[in-house]
């Protein structure tokens, strides 16, 4: 099976995505955040999200972790570090196998 995938972010950050042939989504603010994400969820099974606009949805983020499609993955943006899109990967790989296995920390 060959994964679709998305990204959603500010236009400035999707341009590589969509230049590499990924849907892109624009939003730049909660609320275009959250109808992209719903759009995406539809027809896609991984979707990126820019950390900033993974921020603002984090408690709407919470509904994809009960399914296994879509896999919605933060990562960092010219705006951002990486700390978030790290802290919610090893959330998620700890509560799905228990451990730390990426970060050991």
Known sequence: MTAKLA???DGDAIL?????GVAAFAAN??????DALRKAARDYQIIFITEELARMTGDFLK??????????LPIPSADGDGSYGKETLKRAMERALGVDI???K
């Open 102 to 104: 990426l970060f050991n």
């Open 63 to 72: 509904r994809f972790d009960e399914e296994p499609y879509p896999v919605v």
């Open 29 to 34: 603010d909660e609320k275009q955040a959250r």
């Open 16 to 20: 590589v995505f969509k230049a590499a």
């Open 7 to 9: 990204i959603v972010g």
